[in-house]
Every structure is written in structure tokens, then in C-alpha cells.
């Protein structure tokens, strides 16, 4: 069973950053001149690789920066290692999943990095589909839909639990449109549903108008989260 949901914008303030020539790298959508702001899709500097082809490689390497990178002047702030991204959020509720289902079952759909299993490697970033908040981090997802992700596919043939808002429905269901048999969408009760979910399960979250998938993702915890758990 596989439980996907999407990121938060909140993130723990002391997870390393990377650092290029140095200074941290700031991951929005839309940088802004003079800063060292980066969006992960673009093209390292000096390179005909992207920020998130370093960060699959890192994970490669199981968290240590391939000499490529160093080369490029790429690093973590104090040579710390990257947080794994289950942990980077701080609403508990990324915690809860990881212990009900375990790490490899847990996907985070992130605005910044794609889709991003809850156990890889990844730096702190400020990129949300949104429309509240910064301009500078906010991207549409058919914009979005043309850059790399993490990860390009879910494997197995399981079901996959989906957690996610309205903001994030366009971009998973283009992305990844040949789960579609085998999603489940966990929708708030008393929301119109998105098109094309052939199952979904409406959850009673109240007056939560906002971050209602907290909600739902711990009552579907309540309900399923004695399944076994995969390291």
C-alpha cells in the first residue's frame, strides 16, 4: 500500500541547504536578479546537468556529493548531510505516515522537486502550486509539467492512497496518469471532486478548509495504519 501526499510549506528551519560557490542555494520558482536563487530544474552553472540531476545523484551515492558536483563547487551548508524529505516538513503528520506505513512506501508530490519518496535526500526549497504567499515561489502546474521530477514512476502495481489539495490534482494526473486505475483519492467531504478519479473516499474533516489532508491522512492512519511496515 502507497500513500501519497503532498508538501508542506513549512519546513524544519535547521535542514541543510545546499551551497554553490559557498553561499546556500535558495530553491523557489521565480528567482529574482541579484540573489543566489536557483530553481531546482535549472541548469547548474559551468554544467549541461540540472539541480535535480544532482540531487538524484547524491542519492545514488547514498548521500554523499559525487565528485562531479564538487568539482562544480557544490555542497551541504558545514558539510552536514541532506534531511531525507519525510523529515523536512514540520506538520507531524509526514512522522505519522512514515511510522504506519514505513519510508518506502511514502511519497511526497513536492511543487519544487516532483515526486520524492519519503526516505531520498533533498534540501530545503520554498516552491508551492499555491496562489497564496511570495510570488517568487509560486509555479502553475502546467509549468511545472515541463520540467524533471524526482522520481518518474511508483512502483509495483499496489494501490496508491492519494492525499493531496485542489492545487496539486492538475499535476499529479498529467504526471502520472497511468496510476490512475490503481489511485484512490482521499477528498474532503463536502468539496467537489476533481474529474477522473474512478475511486475515491470522502473524509469528514469539519470546518478545515485549508490543510484538510492532514485530517484525512490520519484517519485513513487510524483505520489502515496496522499494515505492515517496510524499512
Known amino acids: 500500500m502507497i500513500v501519497v501526499i503532498q508538501c508542506a510549506g513549512r519546513k524544519h528551519p535547521n535542514a541543510p541547504p545546499l551551497t ?16 543566489v536563487d536557483k530553481r531546482p530544474w535549472d541548469q547548474i552553472p559551468g ?44 506538520p507531524p503528520v509526514y512522522g505519522e505516515l512514515m511510522s504506519a506505513c514505513g519510508l518506502r512506501n511514502v511519497y511526497i508530490l ?45 512502483p ?7 492525499f493531496i489539495s485542489r ?11 497511468g496510476a490512475a486505475q490503481r489511485t484512490v483519492l482521499h477528498w474532503r467531504l463536502g468539496q467537489e471532486l476533481p474529474e477522473g478519479y474512478e475511486r475515491e473516499v470522502k473524509h469528514d474533516c469539519g470546518n478545515q478548509m485549508t490543510n484538510w489532508q492532514y485530517m484525512a491522512a490520519r484517519q485513513f492512519i487510524a483505520r489502515f495504519g496496522r499494515t505492515p511496515k517496510s524499512s
Open 110 to 154: 513536492s511543487a519544487g522537486w516532483g515526486l520524492v519518496r519519503a526516505d531520498k535526500f533533498i534540501p530545503k526549497y520554498d516552491v508551492t502550486f499555491s496562489q497564496l504567499g511570495d510570488i517568487s515561489v509560486r509555479i502553475a502546474a502546467t509549468d511545472r509539467l515541463q520540467c524533471a521530477s524526482l522520481s518518474d514512476e511508483i
Open 156 to 162: 509495483d502495481n499496489g494501490e496508491i492512497n492519494l
Open 47 to 90: 554544467s549541461n546537468k540540472t539541480w535535480i540531476d544532482c540531487i538524484k545523484a547524491y542519492n545514488e551515492a547514498s548521500g554523499e556529493m559525487p565528485a562531479e558536483y564538487i568539482n562544480l563547487n557544490i555542497g551541504t551548508e558545514k558539510s552536514r548531510r541532506l534531511w531525507q524529505c519525510g523529515n523536512l516538513y514540520k
Open 167 to 177: 492545487a496539486y490534482v492538475l499535476y499529479w494526473s498529467h504526471l502520472y496518469r
Open 20 to 35: 554553490f560557490n559557498g553561499n546556500v542555494v535558495h530553491f523557489v520558482a521565480q528567482p529574482q536578479d541579484g540573489q
